[in-house]
């Protein structure tokens, strides 16, 4: 589906510009107007993806006018442009949530459009997740997995094929990467999913406890057992059983957990009557377990029994494209938790979270979004408000403290890391380094000069 561009200026050679730019037939459907009354006319006919609105018009603003948009359209995306490039405005445009506010004459097409590009994947992702509102709501809390990767892409692939299969599943994943909303999915796609599921954590439970909840109880079974109980063996019975951090689970009950796969039948503490089980077993960790079982401290044979179908759940830093669209989902989500209207998400906010390292994955990123919408006033969210940095950026913040070095080498020390960490992120690209920090490309070369990066031809 094209994607449809609103450009308001009275400069025809700006406007010529942008109609070179995306032709006719190609992905993107260009509509100009010359001053806010053609636009305001195009607007109320239109719905549009992105609006580009120079700052000085013959009738109005550009900023009044994309106020006059946001009115309308609450979650309209737009770009500033403008000749005469002022800091207030550009600060006005920052407070008032426009994607991003570029000047003119563009020395840098290639730039342009990248940021042009940008901003459409913004107002992509924000569609996305309204129809993802839509969804919750009729589906009724089931889980749901947002993904734009092809990392993602392949793991979903995978688990929609092992769904409907009654067979073990072992998801494998760093902390915090969504394993177990892998696992729900798979319990709600399969023929179980008008089953119960339950899930036990291995690792925050003692052996006794885990024990006693899934084989279950008969009465003076053991001090305080004043009733009795039955397990997730019983409960989950045509359902799902979820062990998550299986990696942590003791020797001996490794060894009756493979006693009751094997055999089909348990049998509750206290008892010696032989109870059929009839559930389907999902295991998750974040240890690889096939070091685990090397190192001695994981059985094989369970391993092998569990390990019918391994699925994968990657990091976020191997699915970046996914880093936007997770976190206007959570800026919605908790939005609406706590009565907020923070956002949107400013450029810088956005190349930010696009290039940390998330050691925490998925659920530091969720945390880190519900932080700054608590502390934010109902304003655009930038860089600064979310607590984010490199660990580049955290070095260099610790040595500059405690050396206290004089400012000038402070700002030499701070600007080698960043443009270093910088041209990292670009993989050496000085125009993708110019999109991500929101420097002038002829810029860039003055610091990476001026740091000792790159030397003086």
Sequence with gaps: MKSKILLVDDDP????????????????????????????????????????????????????????????????????????????????????GLFDYLTKPFENLEELEAIVAKALEMDRAYREIADLKEILTAQSGDPIIISHSVAMERLLVQMRQAAPLDTTVLVEGESGTGKEVIAKLLHSLSPRARGPMKALNCG????SLIEAALFGYEKGAFTGAVKTTAGYFEEADNGTILLDEIADMSPKLQVSLLRVLQEGTFVRLGSTVQRPSNFRLICATNKPLEQEVAAGRFRSDLYYRINV???????????????LPLCLFFLNHFNRKFNKNAGPLQGDAIATLENAH????VRELKHTIERAVVVNAGAPIVSADLGVSSPAGSAVAATIQTQLLPYREARLLFERAYFANLMQAADGNVSEASRISGVARQNIYGHLERTELVTKS
């Design 309 to 323: 179908v391994p699925l994968r759940v990657p990091p976020l830093r191997e699915r970046r494209d996914d880093i």
């Design 204 to 207: 925050a439970l003692s052996e």
């Design 13 to 96: 050679f700006t406007r010529k510009l942008f109609e070179n730019l995306f032709r006719p037939g190609g992905p993107i459907e260009l509509v100009t107007a010359a001053s806010v009354a053609q636009a305001r006319q195009a607007f109320d006919l239109g719905d549009f993806n992105l609006a580009i609105l120079d700052q000085r018009l013959p009738d109005g603003n550009g900023l009044d006018l994309f106020a006059e948009m946001r009115k309308l359209r609450p979650r309209q995306t737009a770009l500033m442009i403008t000749g005469h490039a002022e800091v207030r405005d550009a600060m006005r445009a920052v407070r008032e």
């Design 358 to 361: 998330w050691a925490g994955n």
